[in-house]
């Protein structure tokens, strides 16, 4: 953590004078450990408000979509993880000033047909369903 924060003082005097830091967000959180609760309560007493209320909990249908290239709310919009996802894209939208701005516009995307290994024909997955945000600055 305090190398990332080093590093974005190095790009700010060396490169983007302007570069801000939005927040910090905890990934992987187990609400189960003692441990990860206090790390939280920490580096929420540390750094303030440069911490997202939103955590990342660890989440198997996050490892499975990361394992399929794909976000977490095409390939399980019901989970937590997705869940989380959209609290953090609320949160980051009220950040930047444009959460009244914003509506989300869904959509179903079709995937392109699989070929199963070892077996003949074509695997036609369930075409997943998006998010876009449309946004405008205030």
Same mark, same amino acid.
């Given at each position: 953590?305090?190398? %990332?924060?080093?590093?974005?003082? #190095?790009?700010?005097? @060396? %490169?983007?004078?302007?570069?801000?830091?939005?927040?910090?967000?905890?990934?992987? &959180?187990?609400?189960? +450990?003692?441990?990860? =609760?206090?790390?939280?309560?920490?580096?929420? @007493?540390? &750094?303030?408000?440069?911490?997202?209320? +939103?955590? %990342?909990?660890?989440?198997?249908? #996050? =490892?499975?979509?990361?394992? /399929?290239?794909?976000?977490?709310?095409? &390939?399980? /919009?019901?989970?937590?993880? =997705?869940? !989380? &996802?959209?609290?953090?894209?609320?949160?980051?939208?009220?950040?930047?000033?444009?959460? !009244?701005?914003?509506?989300?516009?869904?959509? +179903?995307?079709?995937?392109?047909?699989?070929?199963?290994?070892?077996?003949?024909?074509?695997?036609?997955?369930?075409?997943?369903?998006?998010? /876009?945000?449309?946004? +405008? =600055?205030?």
């Amino acid at each position: 953590l305090v190398s %990332i924060l080093d590093t974005v003082a #190095v790009i700010q005097r @060396k %490169i983007n004078r302007g570069l801000n830091l939005l927040g910090m967000l905890v990934t992987q &959180y187990d609400r189960r +450990t003692t441990l990860h =609760a206090e790390i939280l309560e920490a580096m929420r @007493k540390q &750094y303030g408000e440069t911490v997202f209320s +939103t955590v %990342i909990s660890r989440s198997i249908r #996050v =490892a499975e979509s990361m394992s /399929r290239k794909t976000d977490v709310v095409s &390939y399980s /919009r019901n989970s937590n993880g =997705a869940a !989380d &996802y959209r609290s953090l894209t609320r949160e980051i939208l009220s950040r930047l000033n444009m959460v !009244d701005n914003c509506r989300a516009e869904h959509q +179903t995307v079709p995937h392109t047909p699989l070929r199963r290994r070892g077996r003949k024909g074509k695997h036609w997955p369930e075409p997943h369903w998006s998010i /876009r945000w449309n946004c +405008t =600055a205030r």
